[in-house]
């Protein structure tokens, strides 16, 4: 049984940086896309970035191009996460995708497998 564990976050002031990690444990993630999604409270979970299991390509959803960056090594998934500001207050989840496919993709439900998150919140 695979399981996904994330791990970092906490308390950051606007302008600060964190660093949030995905364990996997049992069978290798290493042939899956993965993503990271976010939900505040009271909205819905939203995409935020995702990496390709081959050839490397990421996604970032808009507002965190250029500030997040998302990596990944054979037993770990990465979200280093800079310029943090109070809209990006939430629990972080990382997910495994449902297939092998390459594409990425964006929605939550085009992934099988979650974390059970962890909060990062953003002071002003």
């Known amino acids: 049984q695979v399981q996904l564990v994330e791990s970092g976050g906490g308390l950051v002031q606007a302008g600060g940086s964190a660093s949030l990690s995905c364990a996997a444990s049992?069978?290798?993630?290493?042939?899956?896309?993965m993503g990271w999604f976010r939900q505040a409270p009271g909205k819905e979970r939203e995409f935020v970035a995702a990496?390709?299991?081959?050839?490397?390509r990421k996604a970032y959803e808009d507002s965190v191009k250029g500030r997040f960056t998302i990596s990944r090594d054979s037993a770990n998934l990465y979200l280093q996460m800079n310029s943090l500001n109070p809209e990006d207050t939430a629990v972080y989840y990382c997910?495994?995708?449902?297939?092998?496919?390459?594409?990425?993709?964006?929605?939550?439900?085009?992934?099988?497998?979650w974390g059970q998150g962890t909060q990062v919140t953003v002071s002003s």
């Open positions: 049992g069978r290798t993630f290493s042939t899956y896309n």
């Open positions: 997910a495994r995708g449902k297939t092998h496919n390459t594409d990425i993709a964006t929605g939550p439900g085009e992934y099988d497998l």
């Open positions: 990496i390709s299991w081959i050839g490397g």
